[in-house]
C-alpha cells in the first residue's frame, strides 16, 4: 500500500493523530471518545474503468474516507492527484472532523479522491472519470449524508459533473435536492457567492485578528504564499487589498519575490499566460527553496502537505505560520516553531472559511435562497472570529499551543455529543 510520508519519514495520518492525541491528552477526553476517533467510520475504495480518448480503457482507483459523522452528515473535498492514496485521505478527512467541530457547523468529517494526472486528461476524460467515480460511490454520498467539494485538483466544473450524474442516476423526487449533494459549485449551478474566493478570505480575517490581537495594523504587514492556485491566490489577492505587501509567491512553476511588494493581479495574468511564475517582469524569478529564507511578518502555505520541515522552520523570518492549506507543517516543524516563538495558527482554523462557505451554499440549496456577497462574507467573519476567539482561549486556559487550542473546541463539541447520545445500541 502506498502511504505518504513527511519529509521527516512518518505517514500523514500517524502526523494527524498525533495531533488530535495531544488534545485528548491535555483535555483528558474520554478515552472511548478517543478511541472512536482514532479510527475512520468507513473507508471506501472503489476501482471503475473510465474509456480514454483514444479508446483504450484504464481502471483508475477512487476513495471516499468517512471519519466521523457524529454531528452531522460528512463532509470534505475531492482530490485529484497522482499521489493520492489510502494514508493521505485518512489523514485529510480526520481533519475535516476537526475542522466542522471547531467552526460549529452541523458536519462530520470526510474526504475522497481519485489516483490520477488531470494535467495529463483531457476535460472529456475528466467529465467520464468524474461520472464514473460518482456512480461507483453510489448512496454512500447524498444530500443529507455525505457531502463532497473540490480541493486539489479539482473545482465547480467537477462538482456540477457529480451533482448532475446524482441527479440522473437518483430520479424523481429526487432530482431537485441533488443540487446539494456537493458544494464548491458554479454560480449558475446552485454554487454560492463566495465560495471561490471563501478560504482565501478566510485566511485573510485570520490574519486580521492575529494582527489586531497583536497590536499590529494589518496594512503594515508583509506576506509571503506558498501556492497559487484556489487557495493561496486568493489569500494572496485579498491580502494585498487589504493593503498588505505580498513580497514572495511560490508555486510548484517556481518562485518570485519583490520586497516592495508584487501585483498579485498581474502575476495571475502572467502565470495564466505563460504556465510559470519565473520571468514575472514585477518580482524578481528567485531559487525555490529560497523562499523560506524570505523576510516577511505573515507565511502562507497554502499548497500541499509537509512543505514546512524543520530544517525549513529554522530558517523562516515570519512571526506567525497561517495554514492555508491542509498539513503543511511536519510535526517536527511544529517543535521547531514553539521554540521559535513563532505562533503557527492549524489549518483546522485558517483554511476552515472553504467549509463554512460550504455550508453556506448548502443552507442556500436547501432553502431554494439566494444570498449576496456581503451576507456570505459577514457570516464568514462572523463564524471564523467565534472558532479564532474559542480556540485562543482554549489554549491560555490549557497552556498550549494554538493547534492544540483548536482540536480542544473541536473535542470538546464531539465529546459532549457522545455524552448525550451514548453509543448505539
Ligand atoms: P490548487 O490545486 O488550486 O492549488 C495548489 C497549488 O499548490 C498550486 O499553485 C500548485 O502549483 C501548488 N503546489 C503543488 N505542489 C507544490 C510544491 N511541491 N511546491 C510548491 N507549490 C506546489 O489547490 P487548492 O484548492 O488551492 O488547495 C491547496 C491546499 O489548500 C490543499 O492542502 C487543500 O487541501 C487545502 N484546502 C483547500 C480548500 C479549497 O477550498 N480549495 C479548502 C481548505 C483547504
Same mark, same amino acid.
Given at each position: 500500500m502506498t502511504t505518504t510520508t513527511?519529509?521527516?519519514?512518518?505517514s500523514l495520518y500517524a502526523a494527524a493523530r498525533s495531533q488530535f492525541l495531544k488534545a485528548a491528552e491535555v483535555m483528558n477526553l474520554d478515552p472511548a471518545v478517543r478511541q472512536i476517533l482514532e479510527h475512520p467510520k468507513n473507508e471506501i475504495c472503489v476501482n471503475f474503468p473510465v474509456r480514454m480518448d483514444n479508446g483504450e480503457i484504464r481502471v483508475f482507483r477512487g476513495y471516499r474516507i468517512q471519519h466521523s459523522n457524529i454531528l452531522g452528515p460528512y463532509k470534505g473535498g475531492i482530490r485529484y492527484a497522482p499521489e493520492v492514496n489510502l494514508d493521505e485521505v485518512k489523514a485529510l478527512a480526520a481533519w475535516m472532523t476537526f475542522k466542522t467541530a471547531l467552526a460549529g457547523l452541523p458536519y462530520g468529517g470526510a474526504k475522497g479522491g481519485i489516483t490520477c494526472k488531470p494535467s495529463e486528461m483531457s476535460l472529456d476524460e475528466q467529465m467520464r472519470l468524474t461520472r464514473r467515480f460518482t456512480h461507483a460511490l453510489g448512496s454512500n454520498?447524498?444530500?443529507?449524508s455525505d457531502i463532497p467539494a473540490p480541493d486539489i485538483g479539482t473545482n465547480s466544473r467537477h462538482m456540477v459533473w457529480m451533482f448532475d450524474t446524482f441527479a440522473n442516476s437518483h430520479g424523481g423526487s429526487d432530482r431537485n435536492r441533488a443540487?446539494?449533494?456537493?458544494?464548491?459549485?458554479s454560480l449558475a449551478c446552485g454554487g454560492s457567492e463566495g465560495r471561490e474566493k471563501a478560504t482565501g478570505q478566510g485566511v485573510c480575517y485570520i490574519i486580521e485578528r492575529w494582527a489586531t490581537n497583536a497590536g499590529l495594523?494589518?496594512?503594515s504587514l508583509s506576506v509571503a504564499v506558498q501556492g497559487f492556485g484556489n487557495v493561496g491566490y486568493h489569500a494572496a489577492l485579498i491580502a494585498s487589498e487589504m493593503g498588505?505587501?505580498?513580497?514572495a509567491v511560490h508555486d510548484h512553476t517556481g518562485c518570485v519575490a519583490n520586497a516592495a511588494g508584487l501585483d498579485v493581479q498581474a502575476l495571475k495574468k502572467h502565470q495564466d499566460a505563460t504556465?510559470?511564475? /519565473? +520571468?514575472?517582469?514585477g518580482g524578481e524569478t528567485i531559487a525555490p527553496e529560497s523562499f523560506w529564507d524570505q523576510a516577511c511578518d505573515v507565511l502562507v502555505p497554502?499548497?500541499?502537505?509537509?512543505?514546512?520541515?524543520s530544517a525549513r522552520a529554522r530558517r523562516i523570518k515570519a512571526k506567525v505560520v497561517v495554514e492555508g492549506? /491542509? +498539513?503543511?507543517?511536519t510535526r517536527e516543524a511544529d517543535v521547531v516553531l514553539a521554540e521559535r516563538g513563532i505562533t503557527v495558527i492549524p489549518d483546522i482554523l485558517a483554511n476552515s472559511g472553504g467549509v463554512i462557505v460550504s455550508f453556506f451554499e448548502w443552507l442556500q440549496n436547501r432553502n431554494c435562497e439566494h444570498w449576496e456577497l456581503e451576507t456570505v462574507d459577514a457570516r464568514l467573519l462572523d463564524l471564523i472570529t467565534k472558532a479564532y476567539d474559542k480556540t485562543l482561549d482554549r489554549a491560555k486556559r490549557y497552556k498550549t499551543d494554538v493547534r492544540t487550542g483548536a482540536y480542544v473546541v473541536a473535542l470538546e463539541r464531539i465529546a459532549q455529543a457522545y455524552a448525550e447520545r451514548g453509543i448505539f445500541p
Open positions: 513527511t519529509h521527516e519519514g512518518e454520498i447524498g444530500p443529507d443540487k446539494a449533494l456537493v458544494t464548491g459549485k495594523k494589518p496594512s498588505m505587501k505580498v513580497v504556465r510559470t511564475l /519565473n +520571468g514575472f517582469s497554502a499548497a500541499i502537505e509537509n512543505q514546512l520541515t492549506a /491542509n +498539513g503543511p507543517t
